[in-house]
C-alpha cells in the first residue's frame, strides 16, 4: 500500500491494517499541512473505501468528514418510501408534481440516480484503497465540512480519474456551479461531449432523469464563468479574497482597515427590527462573511436580496466588532453605496414555460441552438477552455477609492 504523508508537525493516531502496515488518521492538523505549497497542498492521501453510497458518494476511512467529489452532480437514489410512492403514479406525474414545489431545478430521486450508484458499486468494485487529491490546495472543504476531493483508484495497470470517468458514463453531468475544473477542466469536457454524443445515462432520451441538463449547465457555466473571472483579477490584485479558501479570514484580519474586494456567495439575510440588516456571504455553516446594511434604500438598490443563492463581489473596508454574547471579534464591510455590490450578469433572456417536460427556472437562460452543440468539439479536436471574461454588460472594476471608516456595527 502507497502512504503519502504530508509534512507537518502533529500528533495522529493510527489504524492497524495487519502486515505491519499502518493507516494514518487524519485531523484537521494533517488535512491543513502543506497547503502552502502548491504541490503538495493537492495531495490529501491514500484512504481504505469504506462504503459507495450513491454516484456521486463515498466513505473511507481516516478522515473526520465525509466527501464531495468535484464535478459531479449525480441524480437521487430512491432512499424514501414516499419517494417511491409519488413515483407510482408515472414518471411525468412524479416530476410535473415536484417541479410544482419549487422554482429552482427540481432534485428529486430518478431511475438513473439509481443507476449511477449501481455504476459506482461496480467501478469501485474490488478497489480496497482509494487515492484522493484536491483541485486547488486553498480549497479543503465546501459549506457543509465535507473535503472537496478527486478520487483515483488503480485498475488493470492504470490510473483512473472516478470523476471523470463518471461523467464520460453520463452517469453525471459536468458540474461547474461551484467553479470550473482547475486541473482537469478539459478532461470533463471531452468526456461530457462524448456521453452525450454516444447517448449514455442522462443523455439518453429513453430513460427517465432531469429533462432540462441544457438550462443547468448554462447556469452553471455562467456561475463557473463568475468565479473564473474573479481569480483572474485576484492573481493582479493583493486585497481580493476569495472567501471558500481555508486562509481567507486570516486575510481579511491582515487586510483590516483596509479596502478590499471578496468574492462570496449570498446566504442568509438577516433583517434587524431596530438595527442594520446582516447579508451574509456563505462559507461554513458555522462561519459566514456579513455585509452590513445600515440604511434600508441602499439595501434595495444594491440588488443583493435578489442575488441570495448566487455569487457577488463585495467592495468595502474591513472593519471588526466585539459581538457582546460571544465575547469575539468579528470581521465584516458595512455598506454604504449600491456600487459596493457587483452582482452575477443577469441571463439575456427569461426562459419560456413551454412545457412540463422543461421545467422553468427564470434564473437559467435558454441555450440558443447551435451546430455542433457547444460542449461537442468536432471528433479529432481538444475541446478549447472556456473564456475566462467577465460579462460584457458589467461594468468594469474600477480603481480601488478609499472610502470613510465605517463605525462597526454593533448588536443591539
Same mark, same amino acid.
Given at each position: ?17 495487519g ?15 502543506g497547503? %502552502?505549497?502548491?504541490k503538495?497542498?493537492l495531495?490529501?492521501?491514500d484512504? =481504505?473505501?469504506? %462504503?459507495?453510497?450513491?454516484g ?8 473526520? !468528514?465525509?466527501l ?7 441524480e ?9 410512492r409519488?413515483?407510482e ?12 414545489r419549487? %422554482?429552482?431545478?427540481?432534485k428529486?430521486?430518478?431511475?438513473l440516480g439509481?443507476? !449511477?450508484k ?18 486547488? @490546495? ?13 478520487v ?9 480519474n ?7 458514463a ?14 482537469f ?6 468526456a461530457?461531449?462524448?456521453?452525450? %454524443?454516444?447517448q449514455?445515462?442522462?443523455? /439518453?432520451?429513453?430513460?427517465?432523469h ?8 448554462a ?6 464563468d ?11 490584485h ?8 481555508w *486562509? !481567507?479570514?486570516?486575510?481579511? $484580519? ?18 434587524? $427590527? ?7 456571504l ?14 434600508? *434604500? ?5 440588488g443583493?436580496e435578489?442575488a441570495?443563492?448566487e ?13 457582546k ?6 470581521l465584516?464591510?458595512v455598506v ?6 457587483e452582482?452575477?450578469?443577469p441571463?439575456?433572456e ?11 427556472? @427564470?434564473?437559467?437562460?435558454?441555450? =440558443?441552438?447551435? $451546430?455542433?452543440?457547444? *460542449?461537442?468539439?468536432?471528433?479529432g479536436?481538444?475541446?478549447p ?5 467577465? /460579462?460584457?454588460?458589467?461594468? @468594469? ?5 478609499p ?10
Amino acid at each position: 500500500m502507497r502512504l503519502i504523508l504530508l509534512p507537518t508537525l502533529f500528533v495522529a493516531w493510527t489504524l492497524a491494517l495487519g502486515c505491519g502496515q499502518q493507516l494514518i488518521r487524519y485531523d484537521r492538523t494533517t488535512v491543513l499541512a502543506g497547503v %502552502k505549497d502548491d504541490k503538495v497542498g493537492l495531495v490529501l492521501g491514500d484512504f =481504505p473505501l469504506s %462504503k459507495v453510497l450513491d454516484g456521486d458518494t463515498i466513505r473511507v476511512d481516516g478522515l473526520d !468528514a465525509s466527501l464531495r467529489l468535484l464535478g459531479l452532480d449525480s441524480e437521487e437514489t430512491f432512499k424514501y418510501k414516499a419517494d417511491l410512492r409519488a413515483y407510482e403514479k408515472g414518471w411525468a406525474v412524479y416530476l410535473a408534481e415536484a417541479q410544482a414545489r419549487t %422554482k429552482s431545478p427540481v432534485k428529486i430521486a430518478t431511475p438513473l440516480g439509481d443507476e !449511477a450508484k449501481k455504476f459506482a458499486q461496480k467501478f469501485f468494485d474490488g478497489v480496497r484503497i482509494v487515492h484522493l487529491e484536491r483541485d486547488h @490546495p486553498k480549497e479543503i472543504r465546501d459549506f457543509y465540512n465535507r473535503y472537496l476531493t478527486y478520487v483515483f483508484v488503480e485498475k488493470d495497470g492504470k490510473r483512473l480519474n472516478y470523476n471523470v470517468e463518471c461523467v464520460r458514463a453520463g452517469m453525471s453531468p459536468y458540474f461547474s456551479k461551484y467553479g470550473y475544473s482547475r486541473r482537469f477542466h478539459n478532461e470533463f469536457v471531452a468526456a461530457q461531449a462524448e456521453a452525450r %454524443k454516444a447517448q449514455r445515462g442522462i443523455w /439518453d432520451p429513453k430513460k427517465q432523469h432531469y429533462p432540462d441538463y441544457d438550462r443547468r449547465l448554462a447556469w452553471w457555466d455562467r456561475r463557473a464563468d463568475y468565479i473564473q473571472a474573479f481569480e483572474r483579477d485576484a492573481s493582479d490584485h493583493k486585497n481580493y479574497v476569495v472567501l471558500t479558501h481555508w *486562509d !481567507a479570514f486570516a486575510r481579511l $484580519e491582515d487586510l483590516l482597515g483596509r479596502e478590499v474586494v471578496v468574492l462570496g456567495s449570498v446566504g442568509d439575510i438577516r433583517k434587524g $427590527e431596530t438595527g442594520p440588516t446582516r447579508v451574509m456571504l456563505s462559507r461554513r455553516r458555522t462561519a459566514s462573511f456579513p455585509l452590513i446594511f445600515f440604511d434600508k *434604500d441602499v439595501l434595495t438598490r444594491s440588488g443583493v436580496e435578489a442575488a441570495k443563492g448566487e455569487f457577488i463581489r463585495a467592495h468595502g473596508i474591513v472593519a471588526k466588532y466585539r459581538n457582546k454574547y460571544t465575547n469575539k471579534d468579528v470581521l465584516q464591510i458595512v455598506v454604504t453605496l449600491p456600487e459596493q455590490v457587483e452582482r452575477e450578469a443577469p441571463p439575456a433572456e427569461p426562459v419560456p414555460a413551454d412545457s412540463v417536460a422543461t421545467p422553468v427556472d @427564470p434564473a437559467i437562460p435558454v441555450l =440558443p441552438p447551435a $451546430e455542433p452543440p457547444p *460542449d461537442e468539439p468536432p471528433q479529432g479536436t481538444s475541446p478549447p477552455a472556456p473564456a475566462i471574461t467577465a /460579462d460584457p454588460a458589467a461594468p @468594469p472594476l474600477p480603481s480601488p477609492t478609499p472610502l470613510p471608516p465605517p463605525s462597526p456595527a454593533k448588536r443591539g
